[in-house]
């Protein structure tokens, strides 16, 4: 029962913030381009085109939603190490103690709805492959050089745009979490001579066993620590001193310090070639992360080596201190009922916008954002395909949102196709709805956008970031544009 609770609330979920995103980014179209070429009155910035009536198109209609999705995007990417930061959190910006952090399902929510609806490839991809083509509906024939340009456009403001975004979510972590900000500092200190931190480890023993050391008198955990005297006079604290302190002043803590005694060769790099490292960060993982003991060929490896397992076993036993940050296992449900509800109210309103409105652009926006949900549920279902590619050559490939992508593209020019050669009103509404709300839903460039930055952190060793990148606007291209002459033809 809870399970389905679960799947019912993920659902709500991704189906309401995938309705804001997609009239988000209808909204942003008709401002910054659509709204010049339609011929209706009022204000409007004409930034970009729609590459079918004039010249331009190379800034194509979507791009400032594309934009915007990926920034957002990047201002709500995890805390990992991949961002330097010394403990995991779901949302990199927030306090680590902020109640938010516990609400699992909205940020999927967020990411997956709202950034990939407001975000759209396939969009994207349609409008370049109509300006390649040049066929009915194109004004002064072929324009595949705008397009090409179109294409590395789209591809780097979106990188910009998340990187951007990213950026600035490091930087508002640091202001609300001073304390794991200056973790971080002496994190890199320390990688800079060979030493590295166990992140899965609890608070107390993770920076303990770094020699960690923050500036104030609070070290680690109350429940363990005692208060250092604030008598002095220098801001900084000595770490020897406060170590010391530490282990004189803690009867417990023996126990570890026996650990991190045997230990502190293989963790500081003071033995050549770091012998072990991966097999004292399994026994730590075990004993601490999940409770349970050491494989026996790992226990008889800590022997040779000479670490005291015995003594950590203990301190794992009767030590009475708790990780300062608790699991978030999004065990509140009670916002998921607020989804729900804002769920229902706007599906109402876009079912009267689509059948009562007169406004044939009211119309399409309600019908295409009742679609919405239907292409980021199953975007969301293909990327679980994300990592699962046989070949250990491909394993790094994104093959779920990359399929997403393709399959939208196609649908989303074949639409565009049916629609040059000349369809009832009825019938071209839904060919908008199609190919704006379900095609464009089920396409995504945040997540496009997060993935390839995740990927070009293996450069120089691999390219797989160059590969992913211009692979999938290939491979969309050519597909678009063979569905798009085919619907034509």
Not at 199 to 209: A, I, S
Not at 250 to 274: C, F, M, P, Q, V
Not at 324 to 334: K, V, Y
Not at 438 to 449: E, H, I, N, P
């Amino acid at each position: 029962m809870s399970n389905v609770k679960h799947q019912l609330g993920l659902l709500c979920s991704l189906s309401l913030f995938s309705i804001l995103g997609a009239l988000l980014r209808i909204l942003l179209g008709q401002l910054f381009g659509q709204a010049c070429h339609s011929g209706r009155s009022g204000w409007a910035p004409c930034v970009t085109d729609p590459g079918s009536t004039s010249a331009g198109g190379a800034l194509f209609v979507d791009l400032p939603a594309n934009m915007l999705g990926c920034f957002i995007m990047g201002i709500l990417v995890k805390a990992d190490g991949h961002l330097g930061m010394p403990v995991d959190m779901p949302v990199a910006c927030l306090k680590r103690t902020s109640p938010l952090q516990k609400w699992t399902i909205a940020h999927l929510g967020v990411r997956t709805g709202f950034c990939g609806s407001l975000t759209t490839f396939a969009s994207w991809n349609t409008q370049m492959v109509v300006m390649i083509v040049g066929r009915e509906g194109v004004a002064q024939g072929t324009k595949w050089v705008s397009a090409s340009v179109g294409y590395l456009i789209g591809l780097g403001l979106a990188q910009v745009s998340f990187a951007a975004g990213r950026d600035l979510a490091i930087a508002v972590h640091r202001h609300q979490n001073p304390d794991l900000a200056r973790e971080a500092d002496q994190l890199m200190e320390r990688r800079g001579v060979g030493s590295w931190i166990h992140r899965d480890l609890p608070d107390f023993e993770r920076r303990y066993l770094g020699g960690i050391v923050l500036d104030g008198t609070d070290l680690l955990m109350d429940s363990v620590v005692k208060r250092i005297e604030k008598g002095d006079s220098s801001p900084a604290i000595d770490k020897d001193l406060v170590l010391k302190t530490l282990e004189n002043g803690n009867e417990d803590i023996a126990h570890l310090k026996a650990w991190k005694d045997s230990t502190d060769g293989h963790r500081n790099g003071h033995i050549i070639g770091g012998q072990w490292a991966s097999e004292l960060q399994e026994i730590e993982r075990a004993i601490f992360k999940e409770g349970t003991h050491p494989r026996q060929e790992l226990v008889d490896l800590a022997r040779d080596a000479g670490w005291d397992i015995d003594a950590l076993t203990t301190w794992r036993e009767t030590s009475r201190n708790k990780n300062s940050s608790e699991s978030i296992d999004g065990s509140q449900h009670w916002h998921l009922l607020l989804i729900a509800i804002a769920f229902v109210l706007a599906v109402g309103l876009l079912l009267w916008g689509a059948l009562k409105s007169r406004d044939d652009i009211y119309r399409s926006a309600s019908l295409s954002a009742l679609l919405a949900p239907l292409g980021t549920t199953a975007r969301y279902y293909l990327s679980k395909l994300n990592g699962k590619v046989g070949n250990p050559n491909w394993e790094w490939l994104p093959i779920g949102t990359l399929i997403a992508n393709l399959i939208a593209s196609v649908i989303s020019s074949v639409m565009a196709g049916f629609s040059v050669q000349g369809q009832g009103e009825a019938a071209e509404l839904w060919i908008n709805a199609i190919k704006s709300g379900f095609a464009g839903c089920l396409s995504t460039v945040s997540t496009f956008a997060a993935e390839t930055a995740g990927l070009m952190r293996a450069l120089p060793r691999h390219a797989w970031g160059y590969y992913y990148a211009f692979g999938s606007l290939l491979s969309a291209c050519v597909l678009g544009v063979c569905s798009y002459v085919w619907a034509v033809v």
